[in-house]
């Protein structure tokens, strides 16, 4: 693996190769706690919005404002759910 520290002791090389980084590994766990983040901000979205449809009358813009919220946050979720 590390071609470079040819000089170095056997023991020496081990331990670097014990010690470096998976990139692949790495990123596949920041991308588990990037969903999980982004889940949690869409579900944040859709308690305020559901609050919205219940708080607003329905002719108002806020209550559409809502509506359509939660139908694009509803897709997002989906779509996260379909790639993950």
Not at 35 to 42: G, H, L
Request: aromatic share 20%.
């Amino acid at each position: 693996m590390f071609t470079t520290y040819i000089k170095l002791n056997r023991d020496v090389i081990i331990n670097i190769e014990n010690y470096a980084i998976d990139y692949s590994v790495l990123f596949k766990i920041l991308r588990k706690i990037w969903i999980k983040q982004y889940r949690k901000q869409i579900d944040n979205l859709v308690n305020e919005n559901h609050f919205d449809k219940m708080w607003y009358d329905f002719d108002s813009n806020d209550y559409h404002y809502a509506k359509v919220a939660l139908e694009d946050l509803q897709y997002l979720s989906l779509k996260l759910n379909f790639n993950y």
